[in-house]
């Protein structure tokens, strides 16, 4: 890469805004963003501390904790006696819209192990947004199953799922796979709807998913039916948007 070109990169105007956070963190978006769209190319070297200190118009405090995080995330790496350079970067997990998998089945057929950390499980009062989703009275009750999914051990999604109670009473019951538990009792859903919204993370759930405060992810609605068309699952998940692709096929009618 010429120097005139490393310049434009780290150049403030081209990744610095005031009043949209910490200059590292912008500086960590912009070279993670540079990443991931190919500006800087797998094996790229990162000009040396002092001179992106310079090019970037920032302390080289500011930018030692932005290459930190992205050396933490494994998206850059430092070779001894080299430099910093752009890691290798697996491709993406590409993700069909039209097909209705469960996390399980998705990692599988990418040759991963997915396991569920539990947050919470248990059965509670519906709130209004469960009763409107799930078509409950006040008084019923409804299983909550809050979840960290994993794949291959890397922290991969969140997800808050709620069912009712008489489609699963026992919440205990799902340790790593939901959908197998509800197959287990001819309850597994045939068809779902999703609402898919862009929005940047929060601090107590950055720490969950390996992701520094205000990165964006993809918050993911899905309302999963029976072949009787009755609504019996609402999740809300947030998935890392730099692991995560998904994928809608288009046909003309
Ligand atoms: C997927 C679903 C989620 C479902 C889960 C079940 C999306 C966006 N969401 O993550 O709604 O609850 O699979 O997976 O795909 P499990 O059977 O592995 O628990």
Do not use: C
């Amino acid at each position: 890469m010429t120097q005139a070109k490393t310049a434009q990169i780290y150049a403030p105007d081209h990744w610095y805004r005031a009043g949209r956070g910490p200059r590292y963190v912008q500086l960590y978006r912009h070279i993670a963003a540079a990443i991931g769209s190919g500006v800087l190319e797998n094996d790229a070297q990162l000009p040396p501390e002092r001179d992106l200190a310079e090019l970037a118009d920032v302390s080289r405090v500011t930018v030692r904790k932005a290459v930190a995080q992205l050396v933490a995330e494994g998206q850059l790496e430092q070779r001894r006696g080299a430099g910093t350079f752009v890691r290798p970067q697996p491709p993406k997990l590409v993700h069909s819209l039209s097909a209705l998998l469960s996390f399980t089945e998705y990692m599988r057929q990418r040759g991963k192990t997915s396991t569920s950390q539990i947050l919470r499980r248990g059965l509670f009062l519906p709130s209004p947004d469960e009763q409107m989703a799930l078509g409950l009275a006040g008084s019923d009750r409804v299983a909550r199953v809050d979840r960290l999914r994993s794949a291959d051990g890397v922290p991969m999604a969140l997800e808050w799922s709620s069912l009712p109670q008489d489609i699963l009473d026992d919440p205990e019951r799902v340790e790593t796979s939901l959908y197998d538990v509800l197959r287990a009792r001819g309850n597994a859903p045939t068809r779902a709807v999703q609402r898919i919204t862009a929005l940047n993370v929060t601090a107590a759930d950055g720490q969950l998913l390996h992701l520094p405060d205000g990165v964006a992810v993809l918050r993911i609605d899905r309302t999963a039916y029976l072949p009787s068309g009755r609504p019996i699952e609402f999740t809300r998940g947030l998935y890392r948007s730099d692991i995560y692709d998904f994928v809608a096929e288009l046909r003309l009618e």
